[in-house]
């Protein structure tokens, strides 16, 4: 079947995720440190949210399922809504291609500035690998007690990219993401399962 594409749709064809941006701990305390362990040290995660974005005043929703390996090939997959779903992108090595029915499209390099709806799951847990951080705090989300962490990934041509995430205080894993861009919040992603490989291996 051929896919057809919406602007926004170009847009995630265009996908890009910054793997490569500079990465630091900042000034954080044992707390954020702690949250932050887990995910430098995993051999990857499988999670699911409902991600959305506003583009020309229409809003963008999808559940999205994505399978996190660092360093090697990260998948994300079109859950809903149904006009997409089994849409699926592979990142890998700095490319990325969508996958549709058996067809690949090559989606081409990825740039180090923009950031997809198909890239914003990858990129959080990139962040929280990865990037400086600059704000946390405790604080409830949705009455979920939580760390809430802000973490910088300025891009290589300076775009500041800020990703802030909620993480439950009680097991540390993920329960709200955000995505900004130069100031303005342009993906946000509302998490709905959550495993670290090394979970999934103990429960089999």
């Known amino acids: 079947m051929k896919l057809k594409h919406t602007a926004l749709w170009s847009g995630v064809v265009a996908a890009a995720l910054l793997l490569t941006a500079c990465g630091g701990t900042g000034g954080e305390a044992g707390d954020a440190a702690d949250a932050r ?63 549709y029915e058996d067809q690949c499209l090559n989606a081409g390099n990825l740039s180090s500035q923009e950031v997809s709806p198909m890239a914003c799951l990858p990129q959080l847990m990139s962040a929280l690998r990865d990037g400086w951080l600059l704000e946390e705090s405790e604080e409830d989300w949705q009455e979920t007690s939580c760390f809430r962490l802000t973490v910088d990934q300025t891009g290589e041509q300076n775009g500041k990219i800020l990703s802030t995430l909620w993480l439950r205080q009680e097991d540390g894993t ?13 993906l946000t992603a509302d998490f709905t399962s959550f495993s670290f490989y090394d979970t999934i291996e103990n429960q089999e």
């Open 37 to 99: 362990m887990p995910y430098r040290n995993m051999a990857g995660c499988v999670m699911e949210a409902e991600v959305s974005c506003t583009q020309d005043g229409a809003v963008w929703e999808a559940t999205l399922q994505c399978d996190y390996v660092p360093e090697g090939e990260t998948t994300v997959e079109v859950l809903a809504p149904e006009t997409i779903a089994g849409v699926k992108a592979v990142l890998s090595d700095g490319e990325v291609e969508l996958v």
């Open 174 to 186: 993920p329960l709200r993401g955000e995505i900004a861009v130069d100031g303005e919040i342009i």
